[in-house]
């Protein structure tokens, strides 16, 4: 069984940083997309970033410039850094993966359980 484990969240202040990160535990075989999205209160689930497994990377125009998401493929761990944060940055954040299990399987969609990020003076 895969699990996804986010790790990084926390309060700042705005114009602070933090970093995210995600690896999946369990068995699998290959992973082909990781990405974030994020979910603040009141307001529907919204895509952050992508990165593919041959390092291709889209940042939603929201972020652009200030996020950057990347990857370490020895670690099979995705980052999220964050910079020049703002008070509506403030959401959970989940990691998304789009891995096989085992060759040849049908790609699968898994999701982190959520790790909140608050910015606030």
């Known amino acids: 069984q895969v699990q996804l484990v986010e790790s990084g969240g926390g309060l700042v202040q705005p114009g602070g940083s933090l970093t995210l990160s995600c690896a999946p535990s369990?068995?699998?075989?290959?992973?082909?997309?990781m990405g974030w999205y994020r979910q603040a209160p009141g307001k529907q689930r919204e895509w952050v970033a992508t990165?593919?497994?041959?390092?291709?990377?889209k940042h939603a125009d929201s972020v652009k410039g200030r996020f950057t998401i990347s990857r370490d493929s020895g670690k099979n761990t995705v980052y999220l850094q964050m910079n020049s944060l703002k008070p509506e940055d403030t959401a959970v954040y989940y990691c998304?993966?789009?891995?096989?299990?085992?060759?040849?399987?049908?790609?699968?969609?898994?999701w982190g359980q959520g790790t909140q990020v608050t910015v606030s003076s």
């Open positions: 998304n993966v789009l891995l096989e299990t085992r060759p040849g399987a049908t790609w699968e969609n898994y």
């Open positions: 369990g068995s699998f075989f290959n992973i082909n997309v």
């Open positions: 990165i593919t497994n041959t390092d291709n990377t």
